[in-house]
């Protein structure tokens, strides 16, 4: 069967009107650069195709077309071309480039891009609009409840991504009564005239590629073998039965930056990655439930790049902990956001903090991800990330949190949080809704997370007690890694006089003096890390009734302390006690170590992580309080 070809056909103006060339301003100005933003349009469009119970696969490759690609591409479907001329310009300057660049956006596991191919056409009944919503009209509503798009007017940046706004679309359609493959050829220009019969012929500038009906006048997608043999002379994916979804090819893909100046590939490649992390981690986590997780490749020239699990690629490490709690609907690890007039529950709120661990970078410059994380990732039930709000960094330079708040599933509380995003789905804009209970929902929600987002490096300066690390603390444990390094083991940093702390009075109370460092090693015990020793007197009372030293490790942030499991992503333990007395020495475990009555000094073993500060806080315990 020899290789079919497509023919062209251009929108004519209807009776009463179109839009005409505008469809391209219809984007707005998102606040995402280019690249973000087709991403995001691209993966949020497959999320919502995915109705098959299976989780979504989406491979996203940047390569060159082929000298014969390239032949197929100029004669079997531009072989057409528009008749206004700067759309005609950039098509031919396309076919005569050697080994154009294009990206291809391609989704496995969804429905592909079903119903009918017509809009002025559809049959009594029809639910599934996909093709017409994508191909053909411009602002359709959504037909996926709570899911990721809207108004559908975020498919414009494929087209201003292409050097000529131009892109293909091959799809194998999945459905309960469909199984079709479709391949289409579209493009987005001028509106120009065309001089026929004493009138003015008008076209709105949209032109598509397929087959064209008998009467000439319209363009169908082509479709099955021959939308297959096409399909693979361009080089698109393999898709069947088993492999339904849909492939968008950007033609010439634009991949100068702001200057001017080329990107190659494989930075444009790590940007994609970057992007897929930074705005669908909570759907790539591997917590989220096998149906509604999303799989990820990107592939530079037939290479794949590593996609890393966001789980252990910080700081979304941090943010995955908070959605986690989120997500285990324990309701003493969330903050619940509501209205009162109306009441309403609006959302649900986790804070993460903890040690500000080492970046791993995907790009040189200008990276997605922020140097420290003081962050409120937003979004709404279908978990894509909307925007992230940004508050306050702790005192602590080593140590950084992160917060997500999800939208309640109540349905009116959503759809006013899905009306109030712009047509690039990257921000909650409270007016752009009309007076009434969804801008308050809005203007609430809004108002609480930037509340917490300020307050929560201020939550964590309370001072502890006892638990004052002493002037050197911070630094030493700063220096840590310095240390280790030299090979310096027992007796690294000043060692504290034994008698630091001591008084000569006997107290009412059965007390231990304030802990100070007294030196850091490395490994103890099954434990290889840093290990930070503590020492204290212990001094007893008249009846000699403190039987029991125990106490808590802790963060130490410029003096103070975070204490709560609840907020830190990883904390410092206490391995051991040790208790030098006039009766003689003994060992203790975690929980503390009897020291039955006796005075004397007891050091304790703490396990340093990574980074961080440390602090120690002792009691001593009474027979009546075991």
Sequence with gaps: MPLPFMKLHSEQYGKSGNIGENFRKLLGSPALDPLQTVIRESVQNVLDAAKLGKPPEVLIRLRRLTDDQMIALSSRVLTDLPEEPDSREQIERLLDTQSPLVLEICDFGTTGLGGPTRSDQVPVGTINTDFIDFLRNIGSSRDTSHGGGTYGFGKVSLYAMSQCNTILVDSFVFGDSEKQRRLMGCHVGKSFGVEQHGF??????????????????FA??????????????????QRDENRSGTSIMILGFDNRDED????????????????????????????????????CEVEVNGVLMQVPAPEHFPPLDLFCMAMDKIRSEEES????ISSQRPVKELGRLAIQKGVRAKRTPL??????????????????PVELVVKYFEGDPLPDERLEWAGVFV??????????????EPPAHDDWIPDNLPKGHSKTFVNVALREIKKSAREVAAQTTSPSVQGEAGPSLAKVAGMIGSILDKGAGDGAGARQSKTAGSRSTTPKKARVTKPVFDRLFDGHGDYQGPVAVFRSDVIQDQKRSGVVVCGEAMFAIDGSSITSDKELA???EILEYRFEGTSGSIS???????????????EVYVAMPGQGAVTLRLDVLGGDEL
């Design 200 to 217: 003015l012929n008008r076209y709105t500038g949209r032109h598509w590629w397929g087959t064209l009906t008998p009467e000439g006048d």
């Design 220 to 237: 169908e997608p082509t479709i099955n073998s021959e939308a297959a043999m096409i399909a693979e002379a361009l080089g698109f994916p």
């Design 260 to 295: 001017g100046l080329e990107d190659s590939p494989e930075v444009i490649g790590a940007r994609v990655v970057e992007t897929l992390l930074w705005n669908f981690w909570p759907r790539m986590m591997e917590g989220t439930p096998a149906g509604r997780r999303l799989n």
């Design 333 to 336: 690890h969330v903050a619940q």
């Design 363 to 380: 790009v040189e410059a200008e990276s997605l991800f922020p140097v420290t994380s003081c962050h409120i990732a937003v979004m709404r």
């Design 407 to 420: 939208v309640d599933e109540d349905d009116e509380v959503e759809q006013a949080f899905a009306d109030a």
């Design 570 to 572: 990883e904390k410092p």
């Design 588 to 602: 203790g475990d975690p929980r503390g170590v009897a020291i039955r009555g006796d005075s004397g000094t007891v």
